[in-house]
């Protein structure tokens, strides 16, 4: 059994332990939260630091984005193996190269930036890019509730709840419209400019719309539609798509699990799901996995 | 440049010719075949044995699957990695067990069954079973010609010319159309009776018509409809769906010309494309793909 430590219990850490509960291969030796205030949850301890747990093989860690590299390399150098679900696309080829020789040095495998989008979706468009190699690949995605950005709209000074919804608008072009509650006092004027100066809305439509209650406008389902029209050696006008509807932390969880399977199974380093072959995050014996789905 | 021959020249062949003379990795050594009369296609020698040849870092594979496994092994034993397109679904695991000694033993590589089913299908049936465990994958086809029951249509006694043509029916349950073309003498009774008979049929709802000229039917375009409903950790209605609209030989080329580059990149023995990290098929800056794509 692979022993798992769940590091960070928001909404992905709670799908995580759902999740490694039900999977045939691990057992969950604890959960690390700052902020959960029971002592164990499902019969799993919850502590304070990783060093209150004994032997961890893989944390799994479920905190918010802007936090992961320095988590990550805590735990790495620490020789234990991390996935994540690192979500700033711009800054994944750099955590990589940084986490790479700290990940080799302690003896252990690093997963990064393994959920959907960045995850599954990354294998799809590098697959897609494989069988034909020139063309656009457009991923668009929603409408649905962005975990990322709802976590940097309720990080703004003066928003006391927030929900970032993404509305595809086609061709990769998206409309981000976010529903906030303000802070007594916060003005939405203030809010909006901030939040429209945050890297995560910049470079999108956004649209900032005040709310007296957030909560009911809470739904985690979200999905992608991922389309490539290209040329396969000299022929045009190849088309594929692919289109998901999904519960969004619970797939995220799953493939943080399944991530965190593959990484017992790599040399040690630093890796992106691209990089890993897909059988690995699978259970069970390879011949039967072959014969069941080659 | 990774050095290439092509071995065996029908309509996979030609297609791979095409896409290798476009790909900024590969250099054509030559083109192995016992039926093309022609010295030179497109400047590329063509012999009948693949010792007439210089130096060949890979060869792809493109004969018929029944004469995959012998002809791969006999290019592994003297040292040339190998990619093909095997087909026959029921017999990869057992090949890539059979290969794989012989592989090692040689210190190169064989990737097998790198089409686009079994191949690119099959990392989306495994990637999608990553992201939800649980739950029934469905693979419908077509319409489109199917290129490994047009050959085998073909080889039964009394058929002239042949297509056999796909047609999903939902579920992963299809219908096989088989347009024939006659051998004088031969009767549509006992063709079809053998036909039926054959294991490429023996599992579907198959129909045989007789027709005048097989020809004038013939395109190459074909598809898939791939479908997945499953359970994410303990979440359910997980919904994922791949659908693609393409030109089978040209897809199945690049998939082989890109498998071969990824070839190049593993250790000795012998793999499924499930067992080979997706960046590998891909030309290029390994920092720059993943800038790119993840």
Redesign the interface.
Known sequence: MIRAAIYGFGNIGR??L??L???PDFTVVGIVSQSCSEAFVEGVPVVRSVDALGAVDVAIVCSCSRDVPAVVKKLLSKGISTVDSFDI?SQ??EL??TLDPVAKEAGAVSII?AG?D?G?D??????L?????KGITYTNFGPGMSMGHTVAAKAIPGVKDALSMTVPLGSSVHRRVVYVELESGATLEEVTAKLKADAYFAHDETHVIQVSDVAVLRDFGHGVDLTRKGV????H???????????NP??T???L??SARAAMKQSPGCY????????D???GDR?E???R??
Chains 1, 2 share one sequence.
């Open positions: 799908f995580v759902d999740t509960l039900v999977d696309h994944i080829a990589r190269k930036s959907w960045p599954s990354s294998v799809i468009r590098a697959l890019e494989a069988m034909a190699p396969s050696g000299q022929t006008n190849q088309n594929f798509r692919f289109t998901m509807s999904v519960h619970a797939l969880a799953q493939i699990v399944s992106t799901l691209i990089e890993v072959p897909i059988i995050l699978l259970s011949d996995i072959i014969r789905l080659v």
